[in-house]
């Protein structure tokens, strides 16, 4: 969909599903956009000493400069913080970054021209996107080297991706007739000085952590039928007796996946039961009994989570703000990215417990003495030589380690640099890129495990499971064939990872 901006409240959900983005045309939204910028550049005039723009930066703010040398120090800004090191950003998270400063700038609060907002909106429209490394911010004065390479690129420096190709910014700007674009006072600080780095990656990273948690759901439900299990724990009184809202919506959306099932049996099936079936208990184990209390919580920490990164993205976060309709200049600190940092820090947690439940769960359903006739290692064959799942569960288990040794939080390590004028960031890119990395083997290990959810439909019979495992078991055959035999399963498990990414599973 086409977004356009102004200075209005702009959805996460039109972030992602924004194929093209322009600012908008009502004169009335430039005619007030650009007070700050004139203010701005009236007060130059006078000679005040502005932060950053007639002052050096950070501990260096006690130099002075005229008008002419500003125009130098912008150009400086982003050279000197051309140091951003590791594996670069995706397509994807870098075109997010260039928006999300897009979405902050139009607020109008920044103190840049107009034409700065418009040359934003060139990159997006030409689809000319920075080729920006992943490592180099402490979040806080904003994420100043990541940021620097989408400032360069503005002024026909460094590298991008054009056309599916690495090239140089000022190659693509010849080709297209482009001039190199020169910097006024302080507009390469508002590039800069913003948490768009941090902000770009927790984007991508809540949208893939919410796949993988609506697929953790398709699990649990499914573990509900092939384990034979009680679905009482499931039931709404339960939930109103403690209603947290995220705890009520998996149990819901667990039990409506169960409908249709013949499997599973509910409160007074289990009592008339338990005397007749020895190998029943009159509870099942805490992690399908609790799978609502655990994946409640992470539900409701991905909401909030969602709402300060989307409160973060339409922030003014850069430094110094410009109120341009009452002339007045605040020095501040907004460029501090603590709320991103602190729900990246709690998503790793919640992305643990995930990770900690679905090998539980998992144990469970390979382990013949606990899978209530399933069998051995999920084992289509009970030949002694096959080995059927023995060792999908030793790289699931292995996957589950992955994720919840990065479970420290970022933000607590927060580093004084720059001659002690950052002496306490907010790590919140760290903390964002920690989280993103255990999305990898967290859909692996849901792979693995929906592999072996196909498997045991094939063991307890399709015509018995509900119409939504059904139709997962559907998608995931088209993926991995049964297991008839001991063979190699790692092509099968990128194979089922893909049709997860796609939301197939969820």
């Given at each position: 969909?086409?977004?356009?901006?102004?200075?209005?409240?702009?959805?996460?959900?039109e972030?992602?599903?924004?194929?093209?983005?322009?600012?908008s045309q009502?004169p009335t939204?430039?005619t007030?956009?650009?007070?700050?910028h004139?203010?701005l550049?009236?007060?130059?005039?006078?000679?005040?000493?502005i932060?950053?723009?007639?002052?050096?930066?950070?501990?260096?703010g006690?130099?002075y400069l005229?008008?002419?040398?500003?125009a130098?120090l912008?150009?400086n800004?982003y050279?000197?913080?051309?140091?951003?090191?590791g594996e670069?950003?995706s397509?994807?998270?870098?075109r997010?970054?260039v928006?999300?400063r897009l979405i902050?700038?139009s607020?109008?609060?920044?103190g840049?021209?107009?034409?700065?907002?418009q040359?934003?909106e060139l990159?997006?429209k030409h689809?000319?996107?920075p080729?920006i490394?992943?490592?180099?911010?402490v979040g806080?004065s904003?994420d100043?080297?990541?940021l620097s390479?989408?400032?360069?690129?503005?002024?026909g420096?460094?590298?991008v991706?054009y056309?599916?190709?690495?090239?140089n910014?000022?190659?693509v700007?010849t080709?297209?007739?482009i001039?190199?674009?020169?910097?006024?006072?302080?507009?390469?600080?508002?590039i800069?000085?913003g948490?768009?780095s941090?902000s770009?990656?927790a984007?991508?990273?809540?949208t893939?952590f919410?796949t993988?948690l609506?697929s953790m759901e398709s699990?649990?439900?499914?573990?509900?039928?092939?384990?034979?299990?009680d679905t009482?724990p499931?039931?709404?009184?339960?939930?109103?007796?403690?209603?947290f809202?995220g705890?009520?919506?998996?149990?819901?959306?667990?039990?409506?996946?169960l409908e249709?099932?013949k499997?599973?049996?509910?409160?007074d099936?289990?009592y008339d039961?338990?005397?007749a079936?020895?190998?029943l208990?009159?509870?099942?184990t805490?992690s399908i009994?609790?799978?609502p209390?655990?994946?409640?919580?992470?539900?409701?920490?991905l909401?909030?989570s969602?709402n300060w990164?989307e409160q973060e993205?339409?922030?003014?976060n850069?430094?110094p703000l410009?109120d341009g309709?009452?002339?007045?200049?605040?020095?501040?600190?907004n460029f501090?990215?603590g709320?991103v940092?602190?729900?990246?820090?709690?998503l790793?947690i919640?992305?643990?417990n995930?990770?900690?439940l679905l090998d539980k769960?998992f144990a469970?359903?390979v382990?013949?003495?606990f899978n209530?006739g399933?069998g051995?290692?999920?084992k289509l064959?009970?030949?002694?030589?096959f080995?059927?799942?023995?060792?999908m569960?030793?790289t699931?288990s292995?996957l589950?380690?992955d994720v919840?040794?990065?479970t420290?939080a970022a933000?607590?390590h927060s580093?004084s640099?720059e001659?002690?004028?950052?002496d306490k960031?907010?790590m919140?890119t760290t903390?964002?890129?920690?989280?993103a990395?255990m999305?990898?083997?967290l859909?692996l290990?849901?792979s693995?495990?929906?592999m072996g959810?196909a498997?045991?439909?094939?063991?307890?019979g399709?015509e018995?499971v509900s119409?939504t495992l059904?139709?997962?078991?559907?998608?995931?055959r088209?993926?991995?064939?049964?297991?008839?035999?001991d063979?190699?399963?790692?092509v099968e498990?990128?194979r089922v990872?893909s049709i997860?990414?796609?939301?197939k599973?969820?």
């Amino acid at each position: 969909m086409q977004l356009t901006l102004d200075s209005r409240h702009i959805t996460l959900d039109e972030i992602i599903n924004a194929t093209s983005v322009d600012i908008s045309q009502d004169p009335t939204f430039e005619t007030r956009f650009s007070l700050g910028h004139t203010f701005l550049m009236n007060e130059i005039k006078k000679g005040k000493p502005i932060y950053g723009v007639t002052t050096g930066y950070g501990a260096s703010g006690k130099n002075y400069l005229t008008y002419e040398q500003s125009a130098i120090l912008q150009q400086n800004l982003y050279r000197f913080h051309g140091c951003g090191v590791g594996e670069p950003l995706s397509h994807e998270i870098a075109r997010y970054m260039v928006i999300i400063r897009l979405i902050s700038l139009s607020k109008g609060r920044s103190g840049i021209s107009y034409t700065l907002l418009q040359r934003l909106e060139l990159l997006l429209k030409h689809d000319i996107i920075p080729i920006i490394p992943s490592l180099g911010s402490v979040g806080a004065s904003g994420d100043l080297t990541p940021l620097s390479y989408i400032a360069a690129v503005i002024a026909g420096e460094r590298e991008v991706w054009y056309e599916g190709k690495t090239r140089n910014a000022v190659d693509v700007y010849t080709q297209l007739g482009i001039a190199p674009y020169i910097f006024k006072p302080k507009e390469a600080l508002a590039i800069m000085n913003g948490t768009a780095s941090m902000s770009a990656i927790a984007l991508s990273s809540l949208t893939k952590f919410t796949t993988i948690l609506e697929s953790m759901e398709s699990f649990v439900s499914a573990m509900f039928e092939l384990l034979l299990s009680d679905t009482t724990p499931l039931d709404s009184f339960v939930h109103e007796s403690k209603p947290f809202t995220g705890q009520i919506k998996t149990a819901h959306a667990i039990k409506t996946k169960l409908e249709g099932s013949k499997l599973t049996h509910g409160r007074d099936d289990r009592y008339d039961k338990f005397f007749a079936d020895n190998e029943l208990n009159i509870q099942d184990t805490y992690s399908i009994r609790c799978a609502p209390q655990v994946l409640g919580v992470v539900r409701d920490n991905l909401e909030i989570s969602k709402n300060w990164v989307e409160q973060e993205i339409n922030s003014v976060n850069d430094n110094p703000l410009i109120d341009g309709e009452n002339q007045k200049i605040y020095t501040s600190g907004n460029f501090y990215g603590g709320y991103v940092a602190h729900a990246m820090d709690t998503l790793k947690i919640c992305a643990a417990n995930v990770a900690d439940l679905l090998d539980k769960e998992f144990a469970l359903l390979v382990d013949h003495k606990f899978n209530r006739g399933i069998g051995e290692n999920i084992k289509l064959s009970r030949e002694p030589y096959f080995h059927g799942f023995k060792a999908m569960q030793i790289t699931l288990s292995s996957l589950s380690a992955d994720v919840i040794k990065n479970t420290t939080a970022a933000s607590i390590h927060s580093r004084s640099t720059e001659s002690m004028n950052q002496d306490k960031v907010s790590m919140g890119t760290t903390a964002a890129l920690d989280f993103a990395k255990m999305l990898e083997p967290l859909e692996l290990m849901l792979s693995i495990a929906f592999m072996g959810v196909a498997q045991a439909v094939d063991i307890r019979g399709k015509e018995l499971v509900s119409p939504t495992l059904l139709k997962h078991y559907h998608s995931i055959r088209e993926s991995a064939n049964p297991l008839l035999e001991d063979r190699r399963m790692d092509v099968e498990i990128l194979r089922v990872r893909s049709i997860l990414q796609a939301g197939k599973l969820a």
